[in-house]
């Protein structure tokens, strides 16, 4: 149990467009989710958190107008890359969490590669 | 949120015993520890979490004192596939509920041959 998917895997887009990624909870509802960007050979870096219902809490730096994160549903948390810049080619990992979940821990997503050209 | 102080890299050979020790000097009283493995270009994988004392599951034993200011991983007889980023991560209650979870750098664990 407690799977997360995350869609695409990679991505490559042209300089200026916008590119979706979307965090799903497969067989759990997720309350609460985080988002992650990681640069190579860095460790992950919080961007967001997203709770369903609610406005994301944005770490600082992260501009909340260029990372766009929606938390519609239980199971559904999506992050819009907005008028993307060759510096957000990055990997971005989704994280979710539940109140009360039967398993230890957070389970994260397998990550988005994304190339922006 | 505690800090937590892992050595950046690691070396072992195929069959021997890996212990990766994590400091956490300012861990609070609700803190547990989390480790977690990650490969390249994936997202983290849970190990194993522990309070106190000992835990140990299927793929990993995990030592915190009794003063828990410091915890160790230990990896049995690893093997190439263990290969990987190491992350050690103190926080409150990570069974469940809101808490953010702020990684450090971790340790880069390499197997060779």
């Known amino acids: 149990g407690a799977v997360v998917s995350q869609h695409p895997s990679r991505v490559i887009c042209k300089s200026g467009t916008s590119v979706k990624i979307e965090c799903r909870s497969l067989d759990f509802q997720a309350t609460t989710m985080f988002w992650y960007r990681q640069f190579p050979k860095q460790s992950l870096m919080l961007m967001a958190t997203?709770?369903?219902?609610?406005?994301?809490?944005?770490e600082q730096g992260v501009e909340k107008d260029k990372f766009l994160i929606n938390h519609a549903s239980l199971t559904l948390s999506t992050l819009t890359v907005t008028s993307a810049h060759p510096e957000d080619s990055s990997f971005y990992i989704c994280?979710?969490?539940?109140?009360?979940?039967?398993?230890?821990?957070?389970?994260f997503g397998s990550g988005t590669r994304l190339t922006v050209v | 949120l505690a800090k937590t102080t892992q050595p950046i890299s690691m070396d072992s050979y195929e069959g021997q015993e890996v212990n990766i020790t994590c400091s956490h000097n300012n861990i609070a009283t609700n803190d547990y520890i989390t480790w977690y493995q990650q490969f390249p270009s994936q997202g983290p994988r849970f190990i194993i979490q522990?309070?106190?004392t000992k835990v140990t599951n299927e793929v990993a034993s995990l030592f915190i004192p009794a003063d828990r200011k410091s915890s160790t991983l230990s990896l049995p007889r690893v093997s190439l596939s263990d290969t990987a980023v190491y992350y050690c991560l103190v926080g409150e209650g990570f069974s469940g509920g809101y808490n953010k979870l702020i990684f450090g750098a971790g340790t880069r664990l390499a197997v060779h041959p």
């Open positions: 997203s709770n369903e219902g609610s406005k994301a809490t944005y």
């Open positions: 522990g309070y106190k």
């Open positions: 994280s979710a969490s539940s109140e009360g979940a039967r398993f230890y821990g957070y389970t």
